[in-house]
């Protein structure tokens, strides 16, 4: 099949999710035409059969606000035609889909169809997506996809309650490729971060409000003082001289360590003992399935999709929202000895399998196939 992807090019879950499933149809011999603003950054070495598109908005001085969705749909017609695309699979809604849309109707004019499968991500659903500027355009351009999908099944039930949905949303669950993650630690890096053995908690998110940093760093400063140990953070955003301050705040800033965005996530979750995720939402909880197939228990919130692949007392914990308390009990719980944390590691590793990406493309290939027919 020849497969046009059109994702956000950054470090967020969407992104990394339409990343991943493009190279993983690729070596599965599909053609996969990638189109964003930039190269996604999961992409990685030259593959042949993956092309890149960058859409390139022309400014002008009139122009307050590129229209950057009139340039993304532009850029979707002329791929489509000069590669003679089977179909386009959009990640994330706004503004993928509504562009999608216009890219169909003109090229319907032209005699050409092109099938459109929208997949939900969050919050282009539950945060940006019901903002009343958007909701219409979102809604419409929802209803007109060829096929709709949804991350989790709290996700589908959010959009249902949200917006005025006709259409099934199946729901295909995200995915991680375990053997990919499933790594030995480098015994150097180890060294580096906890010179003398502590324990190694890790949080990675695009520190946005709605990740609750502030959250992460308390739990830590609880841990810390029980049990010997350091914190990473990977990633960056608005949120990040917050939990700088607080670790400042509360004196444990040398037992923290501010790592930016990284790249090698598989490299730097085999060295951590505990990922948490405190968010206020999540549909899905990408960077904590990755976590588990590194073998790594989570400490998360029970928002939104989260408990759908953190499993109470078997990979970790969940807690209410802004629980630092439990969490920071049921963190230690996990930490507290060597065939406790074991057990924990071994489940969580078992329990992603459910999610490898063995499993979930072959749904998406099969999505597909069923338009490619009609
Ligand atoms: O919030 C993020 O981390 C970024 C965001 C995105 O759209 O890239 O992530 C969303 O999609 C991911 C992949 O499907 C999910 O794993 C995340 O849970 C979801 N984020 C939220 O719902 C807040």
């Given at each position: 099949m020849?497969?046009g ?48 598109h ?14 950057f969705?009139t ?6 017609v002329d ?19 509504s ?19 929208t ?6 659903i ?14 419409f ?30 729901v ?16 150097a890096f180890?060294?580096?971060?906890a ?13 946005r409000k709605?990740?609750?940093v ?5 739990i ?8 010997p ?7 960056d ?5 917050t ?5 400042r705040?509360l ?7 501010f ?54 007392g ?15 009990r049921?963190?230690m ?6 065939a ?30 069923r338009?490619?027919?009609?």
């Open positions: 020849k497969i992807i059109v994702c956000y090019p950054t470090f967020g879950g969407s992104g990394v999710l339409a990343t991943e499933l493009g190279k993983a149809l690729a070596l599965e011999g599909h053609l996969v035409h990638f189109i964003s603003y930039q190269q996604p950054v999961r992409l990685g070495a030259f593959t042949p059969n993956i092309l890149y960058e859409v390139q908005v022309p400014t002008y001085p009139l122009f307050d606000y590129p229209p969705e340039a993304l749909a532009s850029t979707m791929v489509i035609k000069n590669n003679d695309l089977d179909l386009l699979h959009v990640h994330y809604a706004i503004p993928h889909a562009a999608a849309y216009m890219a169909k109707q003109i090229l319907k004019k032209e005699g050409k169809h092109i099938p459109v499968i997949t939900l991500h969050g919050t282009d539950t945060l940006v997506g019901r903002d009343k500027t958007y909701a219409p355009v979102v809604t351009s929802i209803n007109e996809s060829d096929a709709i999908t949804a991350v989790s099944e709290n996700l589908k039930k959010e959009t249902l309650s949200h917006f005025h949905i006709e259409k099934e949303i199946e295909i669950f995200n995915f991680v490729d375990v053997s990919r993650f499933s790594r030995r630690p480098i015994d180890r060294k580096v971060i010179p003398n053995g502590e324990r190694i908690l890790l949080h990675a998110s695009n520190f709605i990740k609750r502030q959250d992460v760093v308390k830590f400063a609880e841990v810390n003082k029980q049990i140990s350091k914190l990473l953070f990977v990633g955003g608005p949120e990040r001289s939990a700088e301050d607080l670790s705040e004196g444990i800033c040398d037992e923290i360590r790592v930016g965005k990284q790249e090698q996530m598989e490299d730097i979750l085999a060295i951590a003992d505990l990922f948490l995720l405190t968010s206020e939402y999540e549909s899905f909880g990408l960077a904590a399935l990755e976590a588990m197939a590194a073998g790594v228990p989570v400490i998360s919130s029970n928002a939104g999709g989260l408990g759908e692949i953190n499993i109470h078997e990979t970790g914990y969940l807690s209410e929202v802004g629980d630092v308390a439990s969490m920071s049921q963190a719980e996990i930490l507290k000895d060597d406790s944390l074991q057990g924990f590691k071994e489940r969580a590793a078992a329990h992603s399998k459910k999610y490898d990406i063995h499993h979930i493309v072959p749904q998406y290939e099969r999505l597909y196939e338009f490619l027919s009609v």
